[in-house]
């Protein structure tokens, strides 16, 4: 494990998310981790949240809470943050909120999947080249589930990374500044969810995974096949990842299937956060166990 020693420049990494919550469910041990080796660790969260489901039974047909969701939003993400270790802007957008039946219904009007591209993608240029991070971490093309707002999320982070750097792209948003890797979040893959699957089982333990894994493998050819590049070992941030999940009260169910599997049994089954490497501008060789790979000798 390399740790950043005081006299080196501190590293920069930047998470971009749509929502509230995708950060402590998606890389939030990693960012955990990376904050305890000194890191300076930005999430940028592109939407509000305002139209997520109130997913935590104990809370949910509550008038004052929906009444005041934003509002609620906010606070449970002020406290994910400061148990991450995070520093946390929001880019401004309206939730698109997740278009449900056949047909589906039209996007809400002014929502984030509705803006232009370009409108994203300015505002996160301005960011970038404000906070100037080496490593910038995103969703893949599918937006890791088909949320409107995750893959509007991806378009305008890779947009971003591409613009950043180039002074004639985006001349107001600031001074150029080029990030050095970007990366997709695999968290949620169905080789992740099979090894739990498998250890739970082996211990003799009821399985949260058994739909999901056989709706995984009904609809195999719609899920893309994620290349895993890079695993960082977080097994003993683990606390701090269900904490901060928790934290967004309103948007987790704490008896869920999220937190069905014991940490013991996480941690020797599955320890790592992983990611697929999608952009780089320096030399490491995959696969790799660290973010900075390549890049901490660029930097010092
Ligand atoms: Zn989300």
Redesign the pocket.
């Given at each position: 494990m390399v740790f950043v020693s005081s006299d080196s420049p501190r590293l920069r990494l930047m998470a971009v998310?749509?929502?509230p919550?995708?950060e402590s469910s998606k890389g939030a041990a990693t960012m955990a981790r990376y904050v305890d080796e000194g890191v300076d660790v930005l999430v940028v969260t592109c939407t509000g949240?305002e139209r997520?489901s109130i997913l935590n039974p104990a809370l949910q047909g509550r008038a004052d809470i929906e009444a005041n969701i934003a509002q609620i939003r906010e606070d449970e993400m002020a406290r994910a943050r400061e148990i991450l270790g995070v520093r946390q802007h929001w880019l401004g957008f309206v939730d698109s909120g997740l278009p449900e039946g056949d047909p589906l219904p039209p996007l809400p009007e002014g929502c984030f999947a509705l803006q232009p591209v370009e409108a994203g993608t300015e505002r996160l240029v301005r960011e970038i080249r404000e906070f100037r991070p080496h490593v910038v971490t995103t969703y893949d093309e599918r937006g890791g589930y088909p949320?409107p707002?995750?893959i509007r999320c991806h378009e305008i982070s890779v947009a971003a990374f591409d613009a950043a750097g180039d002074p004639d792209l985006f001349p107001d948003a600031g001074e150029p500044w080029q990030p050095l890797k970007l990366y997709y979040d695999v968290g949620f893959s169905p080789e992740r969810f099979t090894a739990l699957h498998e250890a739970m089982l082996a211990k003799g333990l009821e399985s949260p995974y058994e739909e999901r894994r056989k709706l995984w493998e009904e609809s195999r050819e719609k899920f893309r096949v994620p290349n895993v590049t890079t695993k960082v070992n977080v097994a003993d941030w683990f606390e701090r990842r269900d904490a901060a999940l928790l934290a967004h009260a309103t948007q987790v169910d704490p008896e869920g299937w999220f937190f069905k599997v014991p940490l013991a049994i996480q941690r020797e089954a599955w320890p790592t956060e992983d990611f697929e490497l999608a952009r780089s501008l320096v030399d490491s060789e995959t696969p790799e166990d660290d973010l900075f790979a390549g890049v901490r000798e660029r930097v010092a």
């Open positions: 998310h749509a929502h919550d995708d949240g997520g949320h707002d995750h």
